[in-house]
């Protein structure tokens, strides 16, 4: 049994970790997250030549560092930890996860522009009426002489006003939620018959509903076989939430120690909050939802290649979605009515913490799959 | 005992459900359907209805102008009001301070402020809170120092600042607890002064909250010279009156009505949107997780409802609220926040979109379902409401402290 991080691993850390605490504070996240664009072009520049990371779970021969999981597991709670905004979840981890498992011209094609920094994803799955469904899909891709012709709108693509690609689930044939039919594909963001409308979420990102009005493809942007792309878009949508549990265990961590050092600093009734037995038993119970839920991102995270790889994920989304609300609801209850102030980062946090809770399925969601999963 | 209701008030409910109906305002039912800011003139509409009819002063005696309704009325004009979609008039002035002015205030007072509370022409604000006195309220900074004026006339220079305070943004008046006395015990030395907000030295600047809402405001008091008849009560007395105010401000916080409302909501909600699990595309609230928490919240209210009635038939009976009304106001806020929570799981990806409201003119059609838009800037709004009032951690020692003995 080996929990430790190798040395490359924990210089990764390190490094993401000192360049996010050092550059990207809270009021430059709030700058960006309040500017036109809504990201910072800039710290994506530094993440592909200053860190390296977008290269992190990319192998060696696309000029990547040789990593997986795990090193998008480190990322991703940087992340976290610093509330990121720019889409290292939907380029590196989802659009990487794609083309790593599709392989071929694609992958070599696009990988090296991830890691430089020059193409960024957004994936386009979800759909007005599908919940988290991944099968549940009303977009339809059909046959024109070589290549394909899509229609369909997809909801609440996050980053999809900064993407240079788009990943696609489309029906190639069967019928809304049959388990054969759905295909994948990446295509230019500007192909003819896209249209957007962006608006910022919730949480300090941006996203879109995303229209295709007969986009013509071509053949090449099919990922993996036609028809059969649920399996695979399953097996990635693990990976991701497998990504956002590490966000959240970044995301929780904050949210405690920004009560812990508000609780030891806050006065009423003549002494620190933190010294009423009643906060410090909640703070306790905050403290065990943080530590559970590294726990279950680390137990999913080396889980992602096993066979029962699905119920895994779901326990651990379970547990860190319940989590999530919690401390996210206890840290904003301890720290009254400044909780709920949107000047202080303990609101963006818990916001952030509250999408989190839902991202690829929520808690019920997740609980069912895996009771559906069990022995 | 007896569950059902009298002939009269069966006849009572009848007269206010008709009343609702013909004469509430067509905009602001669909504003507050779909949980959107309300303007000044929206806040004011209503009361201004109500007042009309002589139905603004629910709680008040009928000798200033109150209905004299009994409580049993009260519950059936708070349900009805919920059941018409009706917003709750603003507490500041008709639960608040006029409450205590009929029962503490000079008969100056009392025919200077009483009717304009009733009618609406004075919008009131609460300057309770402060940066260092929240729920220990005692704590308070604000200071009053008497002087004579020129004049000849005695008045208080009053410096501080308060926050959380509610729609200061409109107020013309506000209720303030300041420190005149400050070598006493904290809750000694306190006095409750009226200040026109129109005075010279008061600043409000506004808090945006997480939902992206201006609802409160940073008020500053700088050299606000307020003459001393605008004192209610005895000077340093000022605690009574806080805690008068406090105790009437819990009763009505269960809000039970409106979260029966805010209960059938979400299960509209939930008939339109689909489960996700499983083959075929069935409603949300067909799901077994989703119906068993909607299933215990109904439940949970019912509880709450029935002990709020158990306490308003104290109430009839003589006895004024008491610490029970914490039970209240811990529960009453625990399940409007699970309603929050429960919509904002109901709608699924489009709780995501941030959308900021229509302005007048403004026909930008938000982004998803009509309902889905203000979830969740409604459950991270709805977090204030373990925090207000006396945080439910405060609530708790008071009922351990005042039911239990401990």
Known sequence: MDFNFTDEQTMLRDSVGRYLSDTYTFDARMTAVNGDSGWNPGVWKAFAEELGILGAPFAEAHGGLGGGAIENMIVMEEIGKALVIEPYLQTVVIGGGFLKAAGGALADAVIPQIIDGSAVIAFAYAEPQGRYNLADLRTTAKKDGAGYVLNGHK?????????????VTARTGGSVRERSGVSVFLIPANAAGITRRDYPTVDGARAS??????????????????????????QVVDEATAAVCAEGSGVVRKLHEGTLDYSRQRKQFGKAIGEFQVLQHRMVDMFMEVEQAVSMTLMATLRLDERDRAKHVSSAKNKISRGARFVGQNAVQIHGGIGISNELAIGHYFKRASMIESQFGDADYHLRRYESLMD | MDLNFSAEDIAFRDEVRTFIADNYPAGLRAKSEEGEELSKEDFLSWHKVLAAKGWAGIAWPVEYGGTGWTSVQRYIFAEESARGDAMRLLPFGLNMVGPVIYTFGTPEQKAKFLPRILSGADWWCQGYSEPGAGSDLANLRTKAERFTGDDGKEYYRVNGQKTWTTLAQHADWIFCLVRTD?????????????????????????????????????VWLEDVIVPVENRVFHENKGWTCAKFLLAHE????????????????????????????????????ANPFFKRKVAELE??????????????AGESSGKGPGPESSLLKIKGTEIQQRITELALE????????????????????PIGPDYAHRAAPTYFNMRKTSIYGGSNEIQRNIIAKMVLGL
Request: charged content about 25%; glycine content about 12%; proline content about 5%.
């Open chain 2, 299 to 312: 439940i949970d209210l019912t509880a709450l409802e029935f002990t709020e009635l158990r306490t308003l």
């Open chain 2, 346 to 365: 109901a709608v699924g990806h489009y709780g995501a979109p941030y959308f900021r409201g229509f302005g007048e003119g403004d026909n930008e059609h």
């Open chain 1, 209 to 234: 509903e995303v229209y295709f009005e007969n986009v013509a493809i071509g053949a090449d942007t099919l990922i993996g076989a036609e028809g059969e792309g649920l399996p695979l878009v399953e």
């Open chain 2, 250 to 285: 819990r009763t009505g916080i269960a809000g039970v009505a409106a979260s029966k409302r805010g209960v059938e909501r979400i299960k509209t909600i939930a008939r339109t949107e689909i489960d996700s699990f499983g083959d075929d595309a069935q409603p949300l609230l």
């Open chain 1, 155 to 167: 909801a609440v693509v996050y980053a999809a006003p900064w993407a240079t690609h788009f990943i």
């Open chain 2, 182 to 218: 400050p070598t006493v015990k904290p809750q000694e030395g306190i006095s409750f002064l009226l200040i026109d907000m129109k005075t010279p030295g008061i600043t409000v600047r506004p808090i945006i909250t997480l939902g992206g809402e201006h609802e409160v405001n940073e």
